[in-house]
Structure formats: C-alpha cells, structure tokens
C-alpha cells in the first residue's frame, strides 16, 4: 500500500491532480487566524505608494501571500497574465474589497511564483523578484534569494 501511495505522489501531478500534495502550513485552515512564525522564517513585503501593503512568505516552493494583505484594483493599466487569476480569487472569496477602495486577503494563498503574486497585488504586470523586499529592508527577493545561494548560480 505504501509503494502504491509513493506512485501515485508521483504521477498525480504530472496528469495536473494535486490532491495528495500536502498544503504549505500558511495555507492550512485552522479556527484562529493563521499566524506563520518559525525561527528563521523570511518575510517579504511590498509597499506600494499608493499605500497598500502585503506581505508574503516562502514555503515550499510556494510564495504565500498572506492574510490581511491588501491589493490595488481599478488602476486602468492593461493586465492580461493574471487578470483572470485575480477574477478567479474574487470570484472565490480569498480577495474582498474593503471599505476603503483596496481589495484584502481573507485568507493566505499560494502563488506559483513571486511575479504572480505581486501582478495581483499591484494589478499590472511586475517582477516579482524586484517587487518584494526582505521585510523591513530594501533587498530585493532576487537579492535574497542570490545570498542564499552564496551567489552562484
């Protein structure tokens, strides 16, 4: 039984089913309001002129925008790589709008990558990897992410 779940781990995601895939703890559903915090954990932010803020992590693989994240919308630029991704979370609830004109996460959701994440977030196109900074600093994600690797490539 345990070899038949092994392959099945393997070849579910390759036909695109990814239900034994087991989700990042920022995503997990819990009664209390999701509080990521492990020692040594990274957090990035955006903090857009226009006032909104998000915050994210990395988790496995996954760039986790979290809850209580805010995002733009309406900002009349042309978004055609995640316009229906952003449709599709409004759709299901994970972005609401607030009262004062910003959309807000109600739930942490993982984003494939950091670009996504901030398209969403700043409703237009970006590079995610320049877009969000180590929380509390102006290095970039990609600045990060080449210190974590000692710079090779």
Request: hydrophobic share 35%; glycine share 8%.
């Given at each position: 039984?345990?070899?038949?779940?092994?392959?099945?781990?393997?070849?579910?995601?390759?036909?695109?089913?990814?239900?034994l895939?087991?989700?990042?703890?920022?995503?997990?559903?819990?009664?209390?309001?999701?509080?990521?915090?492990?020692?040594?954990?990274?957090?990035?932010?955006?903090?857009?002129?226009?006032?909104?803020?998000?915050?994210?992590?990395?988790?496995?693989?996954?760039?986790?925008?979290?809850?209580?994240s805010?995002?733009?919308?309406?900002?009349?630029?042309?978004?055609?790589?995640?316009?229906?991704?952003?449709?599709?979370?409004?759709?299901?609830?994970?972005?609401?709008?607030?009262?004062?004109?910003?959309?807000?996460?109600?739930?942490?959701?993982?984003?494939?990558?950091?670009?996504?994440?901030s398209a969403?977030?700043?409703?237009?196109?970006?590079?995610?990897?320049?877009?969000?900074?180590?929380?509390?600093?102006?290095?970039?994600?990609?600045?990060?992410?080449?210190?974590?690797?000692?710079?090779?490539?």
């Amino acid at each position: 039984m345990e070899q038949f779940l092994a392959n099945l781990k393997v070849i579910l995601p390759v036909v695109g089913l990814e239900m034994l895939k087991p989700q990042p703890q920022a995503v997990r559903r819990t009664d209390k309001p999701v509080e990521v915090r492990t020692s040594g954990e990274v957090r990035f932010e955006i903090r857009h002129k226009s006032g909104v803020s998000a915050e994210a992590v990395e988790e496995d693989g996954e760039f986790i925008v979290l809850e209580g994240s805010e995002a733009l919308t309406g900002t009349g630029y042309v978004q055609q790589s995640y316009g229906s991704l952003k449709r599709k979370l409004i759709h299901d609830g994970v972005l609401l709008q607030s009262d004062d004109g910003k959309l807000r996460f109600e739930k942490p959701f993982p984003f494939s990558s950091p670009s996504a994440a901030s398209a969403v977030v700043l409703d237009r196109n970006s590079n995610g990897r320049v877009e969000w900074k180590v929380k509390d600093s102006k290095q970039s994600y990609h600045d990060w992410q080449e210190s974590q690797r000692g710079g090779e490539y």
